[in-house]
């Protein structure tokens, strides 16, 4: 799970990819394959001491956008079958949305995956496969984004409300 508030520890950056994870043995390979993954590799290996560097207290000295895609490379270290984003760019900015968009993507493209994605910016869920949409806790639509956007239902109306309020 890789939720809206992203925790990172003191500790280094490889620490943080590891946490919880029991085997002691994973490879450096599946570190960076996890890292390249959630499209933070490239950063980490910009810093002087790469995948040793200090997060510090609690990520704070990375940008929220950093601190989410090592947290998506957290969840990838796992090879999970279930992958579920709850929220995971709401609290970015429009740059950063995008590039850890990106890494959900790519994420979400894992072999026998399933990829659930909790989302109130409508944009980041139009390639998903198929959408839910809720209302007052009951699913009112169901389909693609081209499929909920032809039937000019609930989802439509969400989407141009969005659409609107971007032009505001």
Do not use: W
Not at 79 to 94: C, H, K, Q, R, V
């Amino acid at each position: 799970m890789v939720s809206q508030d992203t925790t990172l520890y003191q500790g280094s950056i490889r620490d943080n990819v590891l946490i919880g994870v029991q085997d002691d043995t994973i490879a450096e390979e599946s570190i960076i394959k996890a890292c390249k993954d959630a499209n933070i590799h490239e950063f980490i290996e910009s810093l002087p001491d790469g995948y040793d560097t200090d997060a510090g207290t609690r990520g704070l000295s990375l940008s929220g956008g950093q601190r989410q895609r090592i947290a998506i490379a957290r969840a990838l270290i796992r090879d999970p079958e279930i992958l579920l984003f709850d929220e995971a760019i709401s609290a970015l900015d429009t740059e950063n949305e995008i590039v850890v968009q990106e890494a959900i993507e790519t994420a979400a493209k894992g072999p026998g995956r399933t990829t659930i994605s909790v989302a109130h910016p409508l944009s980041t869920i139009k390639r998903c496969d198929r959408i839910y949409v809720l209302h007052h806790g009951r699913v009112v639509e169901l389909g693609s984004h081209n499929e909920l956007i032809s039937r000019r239902g609930r989802y439509y109306q969400m989407v141009l409300a969005q659409s609107l309020d971007r032009q505001v």
